[in-house]
Nanobody, 123 residues
Framework: QVQLVESGGGLVQPGGSLRLSCAAN????????IQWFRQAPGKEREGVSC????????YYADSVKGRFTISRDKAKSTVYLEMNNLKPDDTAVYYC????????????????WGQGTQVTVSS
């Protein structure tokens, strides 16, 4: 079964950078698209960025375009989210999730989830 493990979260000042990792089972990225979601206190879970299994096409939420970059290393079965120029509004628990095939927009479309990693952007 698909298993996902996030890492890389922490406390960072505004304008700083973090790289999140989502480690998956071997061959998972051949069949599953991976999306990063985040959930801040009092807010609904929102999609941040996604990379598809079929053609490695990517999606970014408008709020992170130009600041975040998603990538994958299939040999390591790992998806990365490079986050630059972080803002306080980026503070949230970040989750990676897997759905068969392409990227899907809604959390309900995803079958497998990691445990989440906390990102806090504060002075």
């Amino acid at each position: 079964q698909v298993q996902l493990v996030e890492s890389g979260g922490g406390l960072v000042q505004p304008g700083g950078s973090l790289r999140l990792s989502c480690a998956a089972n071997r061959f998972t990225l051949d069949y599953y698209g991976i999306q990063w979601f985040r959930q801040a206190p009092g807010k609904e879970r929102e999609g941040v960025s996604c990379i598809s299994s079929s053609d490695a096409s990517t999606y970014y939420a408008d709020s992170v375009k130009g600041r975040f970059t998603i990538s994958r290393d299939k040999a390591k079965s790992t998806v990365y989210l490079e986050m630059n120029n972080l803002k306080p509004d980026d503070t949230a628990v970040y989750y990676c999730a897997a759905a068969h095939g392409p990227c899907w927009p809604n959390a309900a479309d995803y079958d497998y989830w990691g445990q989440g990693t906390q990102v806090t952007v504060s002075s």
